[in-house]
């Protein structure tokens, strides 16, 4: 019997997260925390809020607070409350954080390629926009 499509994205989901956690647990992280760090890493330019992590990450509000909360502990980010609105919790990567920048950038860049390995360009196209056709749900 041929497995259903949602079967197929949650096992590879599985995988995915798996392989990522335990590349996370080397620096003493969780995979999460990896994409925290990747997705601040990446917005050096812009200032970022607790409410954008759970946006992008679409998680709630208290897996958000929870999430950053450890991340401080570790002095792997700052969290303070915005100059412009009290109700807003601004992010940041400390030094600490920031070192980890290129070694996370290079695992994530390392597990997009080994999912398209293989894959025509074409493919790699369609895939993309399935999965940002899933995500819109």
């Known amino acids: 019997m041929e497995k259903r499509l949602g079967g197929l994205l949650r096992d590879a989901t599985n995988q995915m997260t798996l392989e990522m956690n335990a590349f996370a ?8 925390q990896m994409s925290v760090i990747d997705y601040l890493g990446r917005r050096t330019d812009l ?3 607790q409410v954008d992590v759970e946006h992008e990450f679409e998680i709630q ?3 958000a607070s929870l999430l950053i909360r450890r991340m401080v ?3 792997l980010v700052t969290r303070v409350v915005a ?5 807003k919790r601004q992010l940041a990567l400390t030094a600490k954080g920031r070192q980890l920048v290129p070694v996370v950038t290079q695992h994530l ?6 999912m ?13 926009e399935a999965l940002l056709r899933i995500k819109k749900w």
């Open 83 to 87: 100059a412009d609105d009290s109700r």
């Open 25 to 32: 647990r080397k620096y003493g992280l969780t995979g999460m």
């Open 116 to 128: 398209i390995a293989g894959l025509s360009p074409e493919a790699v196209a369609g895939f993309r």
């Open 73 to 75: 502990d570790r002095e």
């Open 47 to 49: 200032v970022t809020y």
């Open 61 to 63: 509000r208290s897996t």
């Open 109 to 114: 860049e390392q597990q997009d390629y080994k």
